[in-house]
């Protein structure tokens, strides 16, 4: 009986991964990688992916009920290009608790028209080198990782 | 003193519209109003702070908390604790309907257009509007910080698995006007930092005349643009401050102001247009506040109802949380030409001795903004000048005024007000 238990024990240490890495997650080499937001695509070729409305065009990035613009419920995924121009920035010096700063915050404009909001990485966060209108493209960045050893990846503009 | 002032100003204009000369019965006016010195009050609590001003509002008027028909009541941080009831136990509990109302930093504005659209109804004849809020000492005003759980799980609309705030820009009120701000400046020449710290020195040099303002201190350019960022182009000394405050206002149907004391009627303020908008679609805003498209559509309207031009406001109280704000809402009101806002500035037309004044009271940069409170005190500040009772800070012989404030979210209130001439 108490063999039994134990041998049953054994066993279920092994099914749940969730309890044993969450005592050691160092021993999780091979890190799963999760997107900071659902919108973000990850793979060989990161990209955002919009809800597009198939009536008017409209793209979001949210989970949606309708169409902000027509009103009309049919979406599909619309996969936005990944190059951009800096339609506004601010440098951001007094950040919100546990955000190093200063950091480039910014509206982009894509090639194909959409708006995103994100930061300008890869580039000195002064007034001198970020340009309104600069040329940019989408990257990726690591931004942590949580108790189960998952990272999580962030999106960010880097100039061309 | 009023009297005097309300006489006829030699210094009109032609370009002035005439005001109104007589009541029309379905008008609204402003007969009452009083505001607290914007500050800190640890030692009162916001339903003292809104009794205070709602009392001497009344009592301006020539009125009690009794003749009151309908209230509304505008706070933000205190949006769910009844603030109505809890100022009507306080001044008077007589069972009239009470709007609570919160509509982001257009709460004050949207508490106005409760009572003036119950008097439009034929619902009321009178009515109390009042924004009041505590804040302390708050600090910066952001976005939602990370999430407590220590497992990444796709959370939300967006399926974050933790705070967005900072790695996908930014949610501090700071950055996002600073944003708005700069969007401006790749849109059009002749803005830049210089034209936003402009905006600060004015505010700045104008609160020095007013006793109501948090802040009285003039600054010169130099500290202004050398101050700590906080969101480049705004450095400290060009974002308003967190404070406490509140400001009321009594309003009154054109048939029942004809039957009230003559000295009421001289003294009081047509409300020629009060407007409440809220952001359209545009493709932008998904992502970040629109605040011009619906400021130009509240605008628009405003002037429509008014029948005013923007040439004919002798003063404008606007909403400059950040100095990034106010310069792209000289566009948005139709002070300037389109693209015109850098130019505006560097011309001087908004300072007080401009062609239109902006912000005379200071404005929210150095004046304060108690959030609930500032789409009252606007009105108190614009109703004020009409009145020919601004002391100090008087703009001599005005007649014609625009309040406007924005929350993000986004809600829009425009009220145009004008002078009595009865």
Redesign the interface.
């Known amino acids: 009986m108490a063999a039994k238990k134990a041998a049953a024990q054994k066993r279920s240490t092994k099914k749940p991964a969730k309890k044993a890495a969450a005592k050691k997650p160092a021993a999780k080499k091979s890190a799963k990688q999760?997107?900071?937001?659902?919108?973000l695509r990850l793979g060989a070729r990161p990209y955002l992916a919009a809800n597009e409305c198939t009536n008017c065009g409209?793209?979001?990035?949210?989970?949606r009920n309708a169409c902000?613009?027509c009103g009309k419920r049919e979406f599909k995924k619309a996969r936005v290009r990944n190059g951009a121009k800096?339609?506004?920035?601010?440098?951001?010096?007094?950040?919100?608790?546990?955000?190093?700063?200063?950091?480039v915050?910014?509206?982009v404009e894509t090639d194909d028209?959409?708006?995103?909001?994100?930061?300008v990485v890869n580039c000195d966060p002064t007034?001198e080198t970020v340009n309104?209108?600069m040329k940019l493209k989408l990257t990726t960045y690591p931004?942590?990782k949580?108790?189960?050893g998952?990272e999580?990846v962030?999106?960010?503009y880097e100039p061309v | 003193m009023a009297a005097k002032t309300a006489t006829k100003s030699k210094k009109s204009t032609a370009k002035k519209k005439p005001a109104a000369s007589k009541i029309d019965d379905n008008s609204v006016w402003l007969i009452g109003t009083d505001m607290t010195a914007f500050g800190r009050y640890p030692e009162k609590d916001a339903v003292d702070l809104a009794a205070s001003v709602s009392m001497n509002a009344l009592a301006d008027g020539g009125v009690t908390i009794h003749d009151m028909d309908v209230i509304g009541a505008g706070t933000l941080f205190q949006a769910a604790t009844g603030m109505g009831q809890r100022v009507q136990k306080q001044i008077g509990q007589t069972g009239v309907p009470v709007f609570n109302v919160s509509n982001a930093c257009a709460t004050g504005a949207t508490a106005i257009r409760t009572v003036y659209l119950s008097i439009k109804a034929g619902e009321a004849d009178m009515g109390l509007a009042f924004g009041v809020e505590q804040m302390g000492k708050m600090g910066?005003l952001?976005?939602a910080?990370?999430k407590e759980s220590?497992?990444?799980e796709?959370d939300g609309?967006?399926?974050?698995?933790?705070?967005?705030?900072?790695?996908?820009?930014?949610?501090?009120m700071?950055?996002v006007f600073?944003?708005?701000g700069?969007?401006y400046?790749?849109e059009y020449d002749g803005v830049g930092?210089e034209q936003f710290a402009k905006v600060a020195y004015k505010n700045h040099l104008h609160s020095t005349l007013n006793p109501l303002a948090q802040y009285r201190k003039e600054f010169s350019m130099e500290e202004i643009m050398g101050a700590?960022?906080?969101?480049?182009?705004?450095t400290l000394l060009m974002c308003c401050p967190t404070g406490d405050g509140a400001a009321a206002a009594v309003l009154v149907s054109g048939e029942r102001l004809k039957s009230m004391p003559k000295k009421v009627q001289k003294r009081a303020v047509k409300i020629s247009a009060s407007v409440l908008t809220s952001d359209p679609?545009t493709?932008?805003a998904?992502?970040?506040p629109d605040v011009n498209t619906l400021t130009r559509n509240a605008a628009t309207q405003a002037y429509e109802t008014a029948g005013v031009d923007p040439k004919d406001l002798d003063l404008v109280e606007l909403h400059d949380c950040f100095a990034t704000a106010e310069l792209i809402h000289y566009d948005n009101l139709g002070l300037c030409e389109k693209g015109g806002a850098g130019d505006f500035i560097d011309s001087g037309a908004p300072f007080r001795d401009g062609s239109t004044p902006v912000n005379v009271s200071g404005g929210l940069i150095s004046k304060g903004h108690p959030i609930g409170a500032t789409g009252v005190a606007n009105i108190y500040e614009v109703a004020t000048h009409l009145r020919g009772e601004a002391g100090d800070r008087q703009i001599k012989g005005a007649k014609v005024g625009l309040a406007h404030v924005i929350g993000l979210g986004s809600a829009c209130g425009v009220h145009v007000l004008e002078k009595s001439g009865l």
Not at chain 2, 228 to 234: K, L
């Open positions: 999760v997107p900071l937001v659902d919108y409209a793209r979001f990035f949210d989970r902000a613009n800096l339609k506004a920035f601010t440098i951001v010096h007094r950040a919100a608790p546990g955000i190093p700063a200063p950091y915050s910014a509206i028209g959409t708006t995103v909001r994100s930061n007034p309104l209108g931004i942590g949580d108790d189960e998952t999580a962030a999106f960010g | 910066m952001t976005g910080t990370k220590n497992v990444y796709p609309r967006y399926g974050a698995v933790t705070g967005v705030d900072g790695y996908l820009g930014t949610e501090g700071p950055g600073a944003q708005a700069m969007e400046a790749n930092f700590p960022t906080m969101s480049y182009p705004n679609y493709e932008s998904q992502v970040q």
